[in-house]
């Protein structure tokens, strides 16, 4: 394949023999002619010339939250028996130009390594690839594009915040427990009572002085820990979001996620796209809904109060977060009388001045019936004070009276 010189030697070539046939001078014939020869000669110099090379991609890490580091290195090594020329490694990335790199001439069985750090200012996935080895002659007139890998994906993970993970529900949670990575046992970490002692229990936990205060066998029972529960409901309705706010409300709900997966809770994550990852526990599940927020994108198909019905019907226990930036009175009203199928309902609202402005997007608005619940369900986020910090706020004063919680987004 000719490059823009190769062209441009062509051109310069039939120029020089048109000139010496209009003008009758052997030099322009002399001069075109070499032109043409130099110009077949760098073909005949590719088609000769045989790579034998094995390229190897690698991403560190192939997984990365928003704004951390990630990394390509590249491994060339010459399985040829001859000394390759001067090559020329092109890189697509998503969203870029590309990385193009130089690798020196490599003896037989030589290996030369190259790296380049990737683009992670945004969540999604990232294609990097095909890997091209370009080869062209000496005189950069001709080059010959060969693939040598395929297509790479780094998954940039929305940024999480470090925050406490939501606060344990009270009463009866009929799933608390279930589906956890391990099973508790029969003994506990907090003191509960004493009761007799009955076959099978651990000769560990006999209480010797009350054992001999009661004259009988004595056995410490310890509360058995339960397993937390959390809903978080992702508002990505693009009539209800701008660009900014997306990403801020992805952000929030990654961070949420992340804190219970943490405490080992079982963790559901359910978007008004049609996202249901079910409750479950672990690394894997919570990389599986990180991996999920990564790609999830606003659409117009979807609806709120849909997904709102059917958490009423399905749900009860564990509690509730709900992430928003804006939403109208009555979606509002319809979340909060979940209360009576969830432990605790909680609204995490951004503001318009948290992601720098309104566009017609409605603020949240207590419902009027419920104007005195409303500022305990609702954590609003404005430009006062980060996310985390309104977080904490909130998750803190659970137990205090009655507050109304500002923050400001990142």
């Given at each position: 394949m000719l490059t823009r010189r190769g062209w441009g030697t062509v051109l310069a070539g039939v120029v020089f023999l048109v000139a010496g046939r209009v003008l009758g001078a052997i030099e322009f014939y002399v001069i075109g002619a070499t032109l043409f020869v130099l110009l077949g000669g760098t073909i005949l110099w590719l088609q000769l010339t045989r790579l034998d090379l094995d390229v190897a991609r690698e991403l560190h890490p192939p997984r990365v939250h928003a704004g951390s580091p990630s990394r390509v290195d590249i491994k060339v090594q010459n399985r040829g028996r001859r000394r390759t020329p001067v090559l020329n490694l092109r890189d697509a990335v998503e969203g870029t130009r590309g990385a193009n790199l130089l690798v020196a001439p490599l003896a037989p069985e030589g290996v030369d390594?190259?790296?380049?750090?990737?683009?992670t200012e945004r969540r999604g996935i990232l294609s990097i690839g095909p890997l091209e080895v370009v080869l062209t002659d000496p005189f950069l007139l001709t080059r010959v594009t060969m693939q040598a890998t395929g297509v790479s994906e780094l998954t940039v993970y929305p940024h999480v915040d470090d925050i406490p993970p939501v606060p344990q529900t009270s009463g009866n949670d009929p799933m608390a427990g279930a589906e956890h990575p391990n099973a508790l046992g029969r003994g506990g970490e907090d003191f509960y009572a004493l009761r007799q002692y009955v076959v099978g229990d651990d000769l560990r936990r006999v209480?010797?002085?009350s054992t001999a205060r009661h004259d009988d066998l004595m056995v410490r029972q310890d509360e058995v820990p339960w397993q937390g529960r959390a809903t978080v409901l992702t508002d990505v309705r693009a009539s209800a979001n701008t660009a900014a706010s997306l990403e801020l409300v992805i952000s929030a709900a990654a961070s949420i996620v992340t804190?219970?997966?943490?405490r080992q809770d079982l963790v559901?994550?359910?978007?008004?796209?049609?996202?249901?990852s079910g409750f479950a526990a672990g690394h894997a599940h919570i990389e599986a809904i990180l991996e999920r927020l990564a790609s999830i994108e606003a659409t117009n198909d979807s609806a709120l109060r849909r997904v709102v019905d059917r958490l009423a019907r399905s749900t009860s226990g564990g509690a509730l977060v709900v992430v928003v930036a804006s939403i109208e009175p009555d979606d509002l009203d319809r979340l909060l009388r979940l209360?009576?199928?969830f432990g605790a309902v909680t609204v995490v609202s951004f503001?318009?001045?948290s992601w720098g402005g309104r566009d017609g997007v409605p603020d949240v608005a207590a419902p009027a019936g419920r104007r005195a619940a409303a500022p305990r369900a609702i954590v609003?986020?404005?430009a006062d004070s980060p996310f985390p910090a309104?977080?904490?706020?909130?998750t803190s004063r659970r137990s205090r009276p009655e507050t109304t919680l500002t923050g400001r987004a990142r």
């Amino acid at each position: 394949m000719l490059t823009r010189r190769g062209w441009g030697t062509v051109l310069a070539g039939v120029v020089f023999l048109v000139a010496g046939r209009v003008l009758g001078a052997i030099e322009f014939y002399v001069i075109g002619a070499t032109l043409f020869v130099l110009l077949g000669g760098t073909i005949l110099w590719l088609q000769l010339t045989r790579l034998d090379l094995d390229v190897a991609r690698e991403l560190h890490p192939p997984r990365v939250h928003a704004g951390s580091p990630s990394r390509v290195d590249i491994k060339v090594q010459n399985r040829g028996r001859r000394r390759t020329p001067v090559l020329n490694l092109r890189d697509a990335v998503e969203g870029t130009r590309g990385a193009n790199l130089l690798v020196a001439p490599l003896a037989p069985e030589g290996v030369d390594r190259a790296a380049y750090r990737l683009p992670t200012e945004r969540r999604g996935i990232l294609s990097i690839g095909p890997l091209e080895v370009v080869l062209t002659d000496p005189f950069l007139l001709t080059r010959v594009t060969m693939q040598a890998t395929g297509v790479s994906e780094l998954t940039v993970y929305p940024h999480v915040d470090d925050i406490p993970p939501v606060p344990q529900t009270s009463g009866n949670d009929p799933m608390a427990g279930a589906e956890h990575p391990n099973a508790l046992g029969r003994g506990g970490e907090d003191f509960y009572a004493l009761r007799q002692y009955v076959v099978g229990d651990d000769l560990r936990r006999v209480h010797w002085a009350s054992t001999a205060r009661h004259d009988d066998l004595m056995v410490r029972q310890d509360e058995v820990p339960w397993q937390g529960r959390a809903t978080v409901l992702t508002d990505v309705r693009a009539s209800a979001n701008t660009a900014a706010s997306l990403e801020l409300v992805i952000s929030a709900a990654a961070s949420i996620v992340t804190a219970g997966g943490r405490r080992q809770d079982l963790v559901r994550l359910v978007a008004t796209d049609g996202t249901d990852s079910g409750f479950a526990a672990g690394h894997a599940h919570i990389e599986a809904i990180l991996e999920r927020l990564a790609s999830i994108e606003a659409t117009n198909d979807s609806a709120l109060r849909r997904v709102v019905d059917r958490l009423a019907r399905s749900t009860s226990g564990g509690a509730l977060v709900v992430v928003v930036a804006s939403i109208e009175p009555d979606d509002l009203d319809r979340l909060l009388r979940l209360r009576h199928r969830f432990g605790a309902v909680t609204v995490v609202s951004f503001e318009p001045s948290s992601w720098g402005g309104r566009d017609g997007v409605p603020d949240v608005a207590a419902p009027a019936g419920r104007r005195a619940a409303a500022p305990r369900a609702i954590v609003r986020v404005t430009a006062d004070s980060p996310f985390p910090a309104a977080w904490r706020r909130a998750t803190s004063r659970r137990s205090r009276p009655e507050t109304t919680l500002t923050g400001r987004a990142r």
